[in-house]
């Protein structure tokens, strides 16, 4: 067994039902797209997007406001759809009820702030998850990965769009610098904790190129020059957080 594994490399490329594909990298296939938040299997998905659906929909401030979040949606649904498919090719049923463990899913949308930082904070997290699975040895996953790429890319730029113009009056910009404190280590928080045992045999595969802090470190570089371009300051990176 052990020489099997020697010799599978990350390079090689495993199509959809691929009889060669070893048994520890389907797998870890399994884990990760099974825990992953998005798939139109999982009830607990359509609820939360329902939740981000009612926020966007209820405090757009006005219709253009309304329509780039029918998009999100829009483009939230059929990433659910492509991951229910993937799981179903790898023999997986899909569907019934997943818990979501990253809490940032579960923090409710007080206000129009408070979903404008999720697109800004959270659905980048996302970016950084596309990135990753461009890399992926597993060919349909390597295949949608840019498109995923570039939707999250687009809800995050939609999220720092909306926090432009709230942060345009002095009321606007102290409530935006008030919700940060609760969306800042929840969106840190999302890359799980440094000494996650899965980080290596995700990167022995190539399903993930980089270890959960190595990924954390590079979003606070990308994403604080962001933050501090609305004019507002960045809370310290250890202060709330929950997983370290
Ligand atoms: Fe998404
Ligand atoms: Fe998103």
């Not at 938040?37 to 659906?53: C, D, F, M, Q, T």
């Not at 405090?59 to 993937?86: L, T, W």
């Not at 007080?110 to 959270?122: C, G, R, T, V």
């Not at 990135?131 to 995923?148: C, F, I, K, M, N």
């Amino acid at each position: 067994m052990a020489v099997v594994e020697e010799k599978a490399t990350p390079k090689r490329m495993y199509k959809r039902n691929d009889p060669d594909m070893p048994e520890e990298f389907r797998q870890l296939l399994v884990k990760l797209l099974g825990g992953h938040l998005e798939n139109n299997g999982n009830p607990e998905y359509r609820r939360i997007l329902a939740k981000i659906a009612d926020a966007g929909l209820r405090y757009a401030p006005h219709g253009r406001a309304m329509e780039i979040e029918a998009e999100i949606i829009k483009q939230e649904v059929a990433h659910g759809q492509i991951v229910q498919e993937m799981l179903e090719s790898l023999g997986v049923d899909p569907t019934g009820e997943r818990p979501i463990k990253q809490y940032a899913f579960h923090i409710p949308f007080e206000s129009w702030i408070d979903l404008a930082w999720f697109h800004a904070l959270i659905d980048r997290v996302g970016l950084y998850v596309g990135v990753e699975w461009t890399g992926s040895p597993y060919e349909p996953l390597a295949r949608v990965s840019p498109q995923l790429e570039a939707d999250e890319e687009f809800h995050t730029k939609a999220g720092f769009l909306h926090l432009r113009e709230i942060c345009a009056t002095a009321e606007g910009k102290a409530k935006a610098q008030e919700a940060l404190k609760k969306w800042w280590p929840a969106a840190l928080d999302m890359f799980g904790r440094s000494t996650s045992r899965n980080s290596p045999l995700y990167v022995k595969w190539g399903i993930k190129m980089h270890g959960n802090e190595e990924l954390r470190q590079r979003y606070i570089a990308d994403t604080v020059p962001e933050i501090r371009k609305l004019g507002l300051e960045v809370p310290d990176n250890l202060a709330n957080r929950r997983f370290l």
